[in-house]
């Protein structure tokens, strides 16, 4: 057996010493090549002689042939895969040539150490494996490397290290230093570095010991994040001046974080010592890393991987921490001010990934979204910003844009290609009265949310409410409401909760206070552009007669109120429908419509709204609404005994005559009773269908009282719904990581790109 070991040790020496320092290159593969034999023959036993094989292929990787330095990424390979625990007594050489031949010129050899790459992570991110702080050292050096391979190597070992708390805790601490020190070498690979650093906002509820485990790591992590968010914020200024004190500032600039707490205090003091290490020797060699970050100074378009950082971000965002998810779109949302062009690019791909995010269980997350929504949509200058294929994924049914958009905004209509943009004048003309009146983002997401509500009736019933209304806040309460109006005029047929969402809407409009300006709006219609709003919410309301009755009172049409609900006779009343009138009854007693109590002591109005609301109450059967509504009506005296004076109600009175001029009411109801004969029509289908396929079952008899809505249905009129915002994700990311005792600073100072 003696005899046996001899032999090989001596094999050994003779490839590691006549071969591989021959002169001759291809005797120097061909030992490269023995040394690989050697180690495949001995199999298991190769860790016995692991390091007199081992230490001649490592230093074959400074050989001046390429193709030897080739052969040696292939034979450590080999030997690393035989030969898994023992590597870790060679780990900083193997580290040391590895991220050299990364680097190396040659594109085989950089392809080697790719594999060799891989297998060295696979190795140390196993159980057994003990604490990398050896390495990290290795890592500070390249830090100064111009080499991009160089660089993407770093920061890809962050991520290989994810499983183990202390290995991640000893990564994020040193990557955190390199952020600090030089976040402009490392901002090309900011994607590798957010895919490793966002997963670790969490806090699990474990044992105590865990949890301060799991907080230190989350507040290194965040202090990572907030110093590459807030360079990403400023690199705007970078670049553009260019000078002196731009770059003092992105080397020495503190983004450290205060900590409130003794906990947070100690925590946050552990990665000093390696911090304070770096800073010494960078002051060593800040004047040639000056000079370097100069020549290497990356082009505006260059500085930031928009395309990576997007990918990245969006990849997390079904991740199932809460605190990444509002991280990643709060990356979204600062890449929007900062290079608004790039995001745009991808609002083709970004808005149905933000509809996906408006079913997510976290309430905070669909505030959020709603809010990245809102900014993409009302992005300043955005028309100039978005390109023509943007543009052409966009694009809208000709037919659906010509009910968005009247015909006294040609600016906007050339925008959606309804008029000649060569003859009407440049894009960059338009009004911001066009801009407000559809835009072209608001409209192609509002479109796909109304199929989204409507594929998702759960999602209607659960977050209707709360999504509508924070558009409404964002976008302006005109352009949902004009947009979404003609969306169900467009697909209304096609949609089976056209009903839902039409009573959602008009609950909306009537109770929330932050709609305060748009229904004072519609009471007061005295414009062109106002009568083709009206028409386009009778003809969407149109699919639910008592959102239709509602919407007809609040403008005051008094006359065509009368009018349609002597029809609703003719119509199948339905439980849905019999609630909703219980519900209005509730409304008119509430603020909203003070102005129409008063109209009943108008001579002007009152004979009217009598006979309207008398046709009400003869609908619904002897319920509390129907005893609220009778003793309303009790109380108003007989058209003989009302004054000729007409009743003020402090506010501004529509101009009924131009209403009339411009919607022709007689179409109109033609196409209400069209629309409800189909319905009507379509319901009976339904039910047929379901009695023969015999599933239907005898339910016991429900009783008549008003559902709940989503919302209060009586809001005060004169609510101050200025105080009301829509939360961004800084806001709650900054929340909720204060209340877990980590203090960041919301107020980044971000400005965009295009002024």
Same mark, same amino acid.
């Given at each position: 057996?003696?005899?046996?070991?001899?032999?090989?040790?001596?094999?050994?020496?003779?490839?590691?010493?006549?071969?591989?320092?021959?002169?001759?290159?291809?005797?120097?593969?061909?030992?490269?090549?023995?040394?690989?034999?050697?180690?495949?023959?001995?199999?298991?036993?190769?860790?016995?002689? $692991?390091?007199?094989?081992?230490?001649?292929?490592?230093?074959?990787?400074?050989?001046?042939?390429?193709?030897?330095?080739?052969?040696?990424?292939? @034979?450590?390979?080999?030997?690393?895969?035989?030969?898994?625990?023992?590597?870790?007594?060679?780990?900083?050489?193997?580290?040391?040539?590895?991220?050299?031949?990364? *680097?190396?010129?040659?594109?085989?050899?950089?392809?080697?150490?790719?594999?060799?790459?891989?297998?060295?992570?696979?190795?140390?991110? &196993?159980?057994?494996?003990?604490?990398? @702080?050896?390495?990290? +050292?290795?890592?500070?050096?390249?830090?100064?490397?111009?080499?991009?391979?160089?660089?993407?190597?770093?920061?890809?070992?962050?991520?290989?290290?994810?499983?183990?708390?202390?290995?991640?805790?000893?990564?994020? @601490?040193?990557?955190?230093?390199?952020?600090?020190?030089?976040?402009?070498?490392?901002?090309?690979?900011?994607?590798?570095?957010?895919?490793?650093?966002?997963?670790?906002?969490?806090?699990?509820?474990? *044992? *105590?010991?865990?949890?301060?485990?799991?907080?230190?790591?989350?507040?290194?992590?965040?202090?990572?994040?907030?110093?590459?968010? @807030?360079?990403?914020?400023?690199?705007?200024?970078?670049?553009?001046?260019?000078?002196?004190?731009?770059?003092?500032?992105?080397?020495?600039?503190?983004?450290?974080?205060?900590?409130?707490?003794?906990?947070?205090?100690?925590?946050?003091?552990?990665?000093?010592?390696?911090?304070?290490?770096?800073?010494?020797?960078?002051?060593?060699?800040?004047?040639?890393?000056?000079?370097?970050?100069?020549?290497?100074? !990356?082009?505006?378009?260059?500085?930031?991987?928009?395309?990576?950082?997007?990918?990245?971000?969006?990849?997390?965002?079904?991740?199932?921490?809460?605190?990444?998810?509002?991280?990643?779109?709060?990356?979204?949302?600062?890449?929007?001010?900062?290079? !608004?062009?790039?995001?745009?690019?991808?609002?083709?791909?970004?808005?149905?990934?933000?509809?996906?995010?408006?079913?997510?269980?976290?309430?905070?997350?669909?505030?959020?979204?709603?809010?990245?929504?809102?900014?993409?949509?009302?992005?300043?200058?955005?028309?100039?910003?978005?390109?023509?294929?943007?543009?052409?994924?966009?694009?809208? !049914?000709?037919?659906?844009?010509?009910?968005?958009?009247?015909?006294?905004?040609?600016?906007?209509?050339?925008?959606?290609?309804?008029?000649?943009?060569?003859?009407?004048?440049?894009?960059?003309?338009?009004?911001?009265?066009?801009?407000?009146?559809? $835009?072209?983002?608001?409209?192609?997401?509002?479109?796909?949310?109304?199929?989204?509500?409507?594929?998702?009736?759960?999602?209607?019933?659960?977050?209707?409410?709360?999504?509508?209304?924070? /558009?409404?806040?964002?976008?302006?309460?005109?352009?949902?409401?004009?947009?979404?109006?003609?969306?169900?005029?467009?697909?209304?047929?096609?949609?089976? +909760?056209?009903?839902?969402?039409?009573?959602?809407?008009?609950?909306? /409009?009537?109770?929330?206070?932050?709609?305060? &300006?748009?229904?004072?709006?519609?009471?007061?219609?005295?414009?062109?552009?106002?009568?083709?709003?009206? &028409?386009?919410?009778?003809?969407?309301?149109?699919?639910?007669?008592?959102?239709?009755?509602?919407?007809?009172? /609040?403008?005051?049409?008094?006359?065509?109120?009368?009018?349609?609900?002597?029809?609703? %006779?003719?119509?199948?009343?339905?439980? &849905?429908?019999?609630?909703?009138?219980?519900?209005?009854?509730?409304?008119?007693?509430?603020?909203?419509?003070?102005?129409?109590?008063?109209?009943?002591?108008?001579?002007?109005?009152?004979?009217?709204?009598?006979?309207?609301?008398?046709?009400?109450?003869?609908?619904?059967?002897?319920?509390?609404?129907?005893?609220?509504?009778?003793?309303?009506?009790?109380?108003?005296?007989?058209?003989?005994?009302?004054?000729?004076? $007409?009743?003020?109600?402090?506010?501004?009175?529509?101009?009924?005559?131009?209403?009339?001029? $411009?919607?022709?009411?007689?179409?109109?109801?033609?196409?209400?009773?069209?629309?409800?004969?189909?319905?009507?029509?379509?319901?009976?289908?339904?039910?047929?269908?379901?009695?023969?396929?015999?599933?239907?079952?005898?339910?016991?008899?429900?009783?008549?009282?008003?559902?709940? !809505?989503?919302?209060?249905?009586?809001?005060?009129?004169?609510?101050?719904?200025?105080?009301?915002?829509?939360?961004?994700?800084?806001?709650?990311?900054?929340?909720?990581?204060?209340?877990? %005792?980590?203090?960041?600073?919301?107020?980044?100072?971000?400005?965009?790109?295009?002024?």
């Amino acid at each position: 057996m003696q005899d046996r070991r001899n032999d090989i040790v001596r094999i050994i020496g003779y490839f590691s010493q006549d071969f591989v320092m021959s002169p001759n290159p291809h005797t120097r593969k061909g030992g490269l090549l023995g040394l690989a034999s050697v180690a495949i023959g001995l199999s298991q036993n190769a860790c016995l002689y $692991h390091r007199p094989i081992i230490l001649p292929v490592i230093r074959m990787f400074h050989d001046n042939d390429s193709r030897v330095r080739y052969y040696a990424c292939e @034979t450590l390979y080999n030997v690393m895969k035989l030969t898994r625990k023992e590597t870790q007594n060679f780990l900083d050489e193997i580290f040391d040539a590895v991220s050299r031949a990364v *680097a190396d010129p040659d594109l085989n050899v950089r392809q080697g150490a790719l594999q060799c790459d891989r297998l060295l992570k696979e190795i140390v991110t &196993e159980p057994d494996f003990p604490n990398l @702080t050896g390495v990290v +050292s290795l890592l500070r050096e390249r830090i100064y490397t111009n080499n991009s391979h160089a660089r993407q190597f770093i920061v890809s070992w962050v991520s290989s290290v994810a499983e183990k708390q202390l290995q991640q805790r000893t990564a994020l @601490t040193w990557i955190r230093a390199f952020v600090l020190l030089d976040p402009g070498h490392l901002l090309p690979f900011a994607s590798g570095i957010i895919g490793a650093v966002l997963p670790c906002f969490v806090m699990s509820s474990g *044992a *105590a010991d865990n949890a301060r485990d799991r907080k230190a790591i989350l507040e290194t992590a965040v202090r990572i994040n907030e110093s590459l968010l @807030t360079y990403v914020s400023e690199v705007q200024n970078r670049v553009v001046t260019g000078t002196d004190e731009a770059l003092d500032s992105t080397l020495r600039h503190p983004r450290t974080v205060p900590s409130e707490n003794a906990s947070s205090n100690r925590i946050a003091k552990q990665p000093e010592a390696p911090i304070r290490a770096i800073r010494a020797e960078l002051s060593l060699n800040e004047p040639s890393l000056r000079k370097s970050t100069r020549d290497s100074a !990356p082009t505006k378009n260059q500085i930031i991987c928009t395309d990576a950082i997007l990918e990245a971000t969006c990849r997390l965002l079904n991740h199932q921490g809460l605190l990444t998810r509002l991280a990643a779109l709060r990356w979204i949302e600062v890449l929007s001010k900062v290079r !608004p062009k790039e995001v745009l690019s991808h609002v083709s791909s970004l808005l149905p990934t933000m509809l996906t995010l408006l079913s997510d269980p976290a309430s905070e997350v669909v505030h959020s979204t709603i809010r990245l929504v809102g900014n993409l949509c009302t992005q300043h200058n955005v028309i100039n910003l978005l390109d023509e294929a943007t543009i052409n994924k966009l694009r809208l !049914p000709v037919e659906l844009v010509e009910l968005v958009i009247p015909r006294s905004r040609p600016a906007a209509r050339r925008l959606f290609g309804l008029e000649s943009r060569r003859t009407q004048g440049p894009l960059d003309e338009l009004a911001a009265g066009d801009q407000d009146c559809c $835009h072209l983002l608001s409209v192609r997401f509002l479109f796909d949310l109304v199929t989204l509500l409507d594929n998702q009736p759960s999602l209607l019933l659960s977050r209707g409410d709360l999504i509508i209304t924070d /558009l409404c806040y964002l976008l302006g309460s005109a352009v949902v409401y004009r947009a979404m109006s003609a969306i169900i005029s467009f697909v209304g047929g096609d949609l089976s +909760s056209t009903f839902a969402l039409v009573q959602a809407l008009n609950r909306i /409009l009537l109770t929330q206070p932050g709609l305060h &300006e748009f229904r004072n709006y519609l009471r007061a219609i005295n414009t062109e552009d106002g009568c083709h709003l009206l &028409e386009q919410l009778c003809r969407a309301w149109s699919y639910n007669p008592v959102a239709l009755l509602s919407l007809l009172l /609040l403008t005051q049409n008094y006359q065509q109120c009368s009018r349609l609900i002597k029809s609703f %006779g003719e119509l199948a009343l339905t439980l &849905e429908m019999l609630i909703e009138m219980d519900q209005l009854i509730h409304m008119i007693e509430s603020p909203i419509f003070t102005a129409l109590r008063m109209h009943l002591l108008d001579k002007r109005f009152s004979s009217d709204l009598r006979e309207t609301l008398y046709c009400l109450l003869m609908c619904l059967p002897q319920t509390g609404a129907f005893e609220i509504l009778g003793r309303r009506l009790r109380c108003i005296p007989p058209l003989d005994c009302l004054s000729d004076w $007409h009743v003020s109600t402090g506010s501004a009175q529509p101009d009924l005559q131009l209403i009339r001029k $411009h919607l022709q009411f007689d179409k109109l109801f033609d196409q209400f009773m069209s629309i409800q004969k189909r319905c009507s029509a379509k319901r009976l289908t339904e039910l047929n269908s379901f009695r023969s396929l015999g599933s239907a079952e005898t339910s016991p008899a429900k009783k008549l009282e008003p559902t709940a !809505p989503n919302q209060p249905i009586c809001a005060h009129e004169h609510s101050n719904a200025s105080s009301f915002v829509v939360g961004s994700p800084t806001d709650y990311l900054t929340q909720s990581l204060s209340n877990l %005792g980590i203090n960041v600073s919301p107020n980044m100072n971000v400005k965009s790109a295009t002024g």
